[in-house]
């Protein structure tokens, strides 16, 4: 397993950016599918994207178009650029780590992050 780390959360007006990172720990993170989910108050954590070994990418069709996942192999860091951002985009996001192909299905992934709040303001 490795480590997660998440960080760049905060508040913002609907319409605006934020950028958020996941740092990992251990030398084998390029070999890791890594995701984003969010976790809205009294609902279910859903999957928002996921970013494979190689770069290729999916995304839940509530977000495309307006979020890229990406990854720095040689930071060990995962990005989730969020942009024209609404208020039903209001939850807390948590980065996730797991051995194998792209995934959106929560409980395939081994290792989480602890979650940063992500507030949109209408």
């Known amino acids: 397993q490795v480590q997660l780390v998440e960080s760049g959360g905060g508040l913002v007006q609907a319409g605006g950016s934020l950028r958020l990172s996941c740092a990992a720990s251990?030398?084998?993170?390029?070999?890791?599918?890594m995701g984003w989910f969010r976790q809205a108050p009294g609902k279910e954590r859903e999957f928002v994207a996921a970013?494979?070994?190689?770069?290729?990418?999916y995304y839940v069709d509530s977000v495309k178009g307006r979020f890229t996942i990406s990854r720095d192999n040689a930071k060990n860091t995962v990005y989730l650029q969020m942009n024209s951002l609404k208020p039903e985009d209001t939850a807390v996001y948590y980065c996730a780590a797991r051995r194998g192909l792209l995934s959106r299905v929560s409980y395939e992934y081994d290792s989480w992050g602890q979650g940063t709040q992500v507030t949109v303001s209408s």
């Open positions: 970013i494979s070994w190689s770069g290729t990418t």
């Open positions: 251990g030398r084998t993170f390029s070999s890791y599918t």
